[in-house]
């Protein structure tokens, strides 16, 4: 069994002054003020209209995040809308397959790390349904079948698109101390990257300070297509 820690990873083409040149432009339409543009614009005028509730003006652009977390957490990214989502599907994917390491991967639950006794029940769990996975699939039944048997800590992969407007709401509601600990644990450090690259459309959203950066998931930028989570 393979343990691993939730990660994201986002293209560096995704974000950017460019974005916020194009969603300037789109909502000046409604004000007819496209002659108040200048090039290189900052998005004061998009701060503006967020403050006041204006926030359609945003819904223009999008963009797109793979995330590495557990199928409990990912049960929740999908009740957002609006969005599009491509998630690993238990339905197709045979863990007992070369590619996978003949075994399954679960996301580690940050919050026992000081609670051994708690850990080692987890642990012991995910491993006697990975053993009742593999006797499923070894005696014929089909992925689709022995998934039933699967932990909500096993690892997934899932692609997610919002626009602009909806990860603004994402996370309102994920990065608040309300939200699930591993919720918490993808969603604030990705609210601290929107914020660096897209400050004038994130900077005024909270999170929970009191939740520790060192137990913060990974976010990682890259130009490669291609590169793996």
Request: net charge neutral; charged share 25%; aromatic share 12%.
């Amino acid at each position: 069994m393979i343990i691993q820690k939730p990660r994201a990873l986002i293209y560096a083409s995704e974000l950017g002054e460019a974005m916020t040149t194009r969603l300037e432009r789109y909502a000046r339409v409604c004000y007819k003020s496209e002659d108040k543009m200048t090039s290189g614009a900052k998005g004061d005028f998009l701060k503006d209209k967020i403050a006041i509730g204006h926030e359609s003006i945003i819904e223009h652009e999008k963009a797109t995040v793979l995330l590495i977390v557990d199928r409990g957490i990912s049960h929740e990214i999908v009740r957002h809308r609006i969005g599009a989502y491509s998630q690993e599907s238990t339905r197709y994917c045979r863990y007992d397959r070369d590619k996978f390491g003949n075994e399954i991967s679960v996301i580690e639950p940050f919050f026992w790390e000081n609670n051994a006794a708690a850990y080692k029940t987890w642990l012991n769990a995910c491993q006697e349904a990975e053993t009742a996975y593999m006797k499923l699939l070894a005696a014929g039944c089909p992925a689709q079948e022995a998934r039933s048997v699967l932990p909500n800590s096993l690892k997934t992969e899932i692609a997610v698109t919002y626009n602009m407007r909806s990860w603004r709401h994402f996370f309102q509601l994920r990065c608040d101390r309300a939200a699930h600990p591993q919720m918490r644990q993808i969603s604030i450090p990705l609210l601290l990257y929107f914020q660096k690259k897209l400050p004038y459309l994130f900077a005024d959203i909270g999170y929970d300070n009191r939740f520790s950066p060192a137990d913060y998931a990974e976010v990682i930028e890259t130009d490669i297509l291609f590169n793996p989570l």
